[in-house]
């Protein structure tokens, strides 16, 4: 007799659970474990930094920085979230003091609030989406990246945030029809690209 084919849900779970089973590896000494979990978070962490950040060497200094703060902290690690939960809340408080830092530097420093790269024909599309989502309201922005492009579940959302679970579904439906409507908008050609007759007021 064939055994009971496993539920998808229960796969699931198992492969939710391995991050978990992974970190208290490491916390009691396994650098293998740690290994791992570096492996499959590293481009999803630093895609969360990117997407908040125009200077992809920042982004990639400050995923360094969170796994840094995971290997400092894994004495104090309890399994009491999901680890990525766990992962992107530090990533979280790093971004912030990561800005604070940069806002003070441009105010009392006289230097640019971040550094930005030339821009090409093929990242068009992400410069566009990148301003129309720091036109978003702060927490409703957070919500939309954490949830459309980390993929948390509003649960998750709601513990990196710490904000209940209506109020991450209320800021998300606010922040997308937003960002449809940013998105929507004509978009300026920049002065280099008009035509004679264009620039003529």
Known sequence: MNPTPEHPDAQKSA????????????????????????????????????????????????????????LRGSARYEPSALFRTYLYAIGLKILRAHRRKAAFRATFLGTAHESREPISDTATHEIVLREALGKLERHEREVLLLREFEQLSYAEIAEVLHMPVNTVRSRLFRARMALRDLLAAPVAKPASELTPSEGCV
């Open 15 to 70: 492969t939710a659970q391995s991050d978990e089973l992974l970190m208290l590896a490491f916390c009691r000494g396994s650098k293998d474990a740690f290994t791992e979990l570096f492996s499959r978070y590293k481009q999803p962490l630093f895609g969360f930094f990117r997407r908040r950040l125009a200077d992809s060497a920042q982004a990639e200094e400050l995923t360094q920085e969170t796994f840094l703060a995971v």
